[in-house]
């Protein structure tokens, strides 16, 4: 099973715009919960039904890492899913005040699916409120609750999400003198047997993926055959993968033979 974490929140309080950009800035892939119920026609099926639907459509996923959008939407969702599927790393809580919510909803157009008039996403909200007084004890107790404050700016929100999840990274340089190329090995061998760090070898990772002939790593050879440098949106693209691979616990790393320049 993927990892799975959580974000959920009332109705434009900006859950698929910064669930989209987190995923795409940490190798996550987002999964739409009501999406997936019309798309299986599970309308009229009861909780336990969906949630089953959406822990089969996991256990298909490819993607190390997943980011389930309006899941869970009850207290019973939430308890029937980790006790059948996995615990989920984090619940991203969006927390947004119906007036601000309908604020942004005026800016939608009425053509949209996404749009609700007021009275109806008045009414949304109200019960989402309502669910949340038995849903949000529960994930403080069982998974590792995050709440965002979506009022104010998105560019400000999403900073504010990315915080819970950003890993360490670590790039020991030298000044080129022996007896700072010494220190340099000391305080990497410190950090990566003392602290647990991960050593990303930027060398080692780019010969990886050639020899296995990923995707990426054919893109390198055809670079390295043409007389083309690897550039470095290239290697963060590499890197991003490794960083936010979905593995527990890896969550320090230490950058070796990268960045060389300051571009």
Not at 185 to 207: A, P, S, V, W, Y
Request: with cysteine.
């Amino acid at each position: 099973m993927p990892q799975v974490s959580f974000i959920i929140g009332p109705q434009a309080s900006g859950k698929t715009t910064l669930g989209r950009r987190l995923c795409e800035k940490t190798n996550m892939s987002m999964i739409n919960f009501n999406h997936l119920i019309v798309e299986q026609k599970l309308q009229r099926k009861n909780e336990e039904e969906q949630t089953m639907a959406l822990i089969k459509t996991l256990a298909d996923e490819v993607s190390p890492r997943i980011l389930i959008e309006d899941f869970p939407q009850t207290e019973f969702q939430a308890k029937f899913f980790i006790k059948n599927c996995v615990s989920s790393s984090r619940s991203f809580v969006l927390n947004c005040s119906k007036d601000v919510c309908q604020e942004r909803m005026l800016s939608v157009s009425s053509n949209s699916d996404c749009y609700k008039p007021s009275s109806i996403l008045s009414k949304k909200i109200r019960c989402y409120n309502e669910r949340c007084s038995k849903l949000l004890p529960y994930l403080r107790e069982a998974t590792n609750l995050c709440e965002i404050n979506t009022e104010q700016n998105l560019e400000s929100a999403f900073t504010q999400l990315c915080s819970h999840v950003q890993p360490t990274v670590i790039h020991v340089r030298s000044n080129g003198i022996d007896s700072s190329n010494t220190l340099r090995q000391e305080i990497m061998e410190k950090l990566t047997g003392e602290h647990d760090f991960i050593d990303l070898n930027i060398n080692d990772l780019i010969r990886d993926e050639s020899e296995r002939q990923t995707e990426l790593g054919k893109e390198y050879l055809l670079m390295v055959s043409a007389g083309k440098i690897i550039t470095a949106d290239m290697v963060v693209k590499m890197l991003r993968r490794n960083i936010y691979s979905g593995q527990d616990k890896r969550n320090k790393f230490l950058l070796t033979g990268f960045p060389d320049v300051i571009e």
